[in-house]
Nanobody, 126 residues
């Protein structure tokens, strides 16, 4: 069992940067593959980025590729999402998620994840 807590969201202007953090507790996050998802008002939750449990492989949604970077620090039980060149369409609640399957390919489907954080709001003004 692992508990995930996101932080780092806020209100920024288009072109700004934010770094989200997801701290895991209750079990070492190094055992888990991690992902970031987001959900905008009146829209379904969508995949943003994912990283394997050892951090050797990452995947990104096309909409954020080249602007967002996912990384992890297993010593700190924390996963990060560095978001650069933010756009108004990035506005959403961002969730981190975890699963314990040690796949070599990052998981992009929300149904693949067993644990979820409560989310952190990111608002990008134009």
């Amino acid at each position: 069992q692992v508990r995930l807590v996101e932080s780092g969201g806020g209100l920024v202007q288009a072109g700004d940067s934010l770094r989200l953090s997801c701290a895991a507790s209750g079990s070492s996050s190094s055992r888990y593959a991690m992902g970031w998802f987001r959900q905008a008002p009146a829209k379904e939750r969508e995949f943003v980025a994912a990283i394997t449990w050892l951090g050797g492989s990452t995947r990104y949604a096309d909409s954020v590729k080249g602007r967002f970077t996912i990384s992890r620090d297993n010593g700190k039980n924390t996963v990060y999402l560095q978001m650069n060149s933010l756009k108004p369409e990035d506005t959403a609640v961002y969730f981190c998620a975890a699963h314990a399957r040690r796949a070599s390919v990052p998981s992009t489907g929300s149904h693949e994840y067993d644990y979820w954080g409560q989310g952190t709001q990111v608002t990008v003004s134009s």
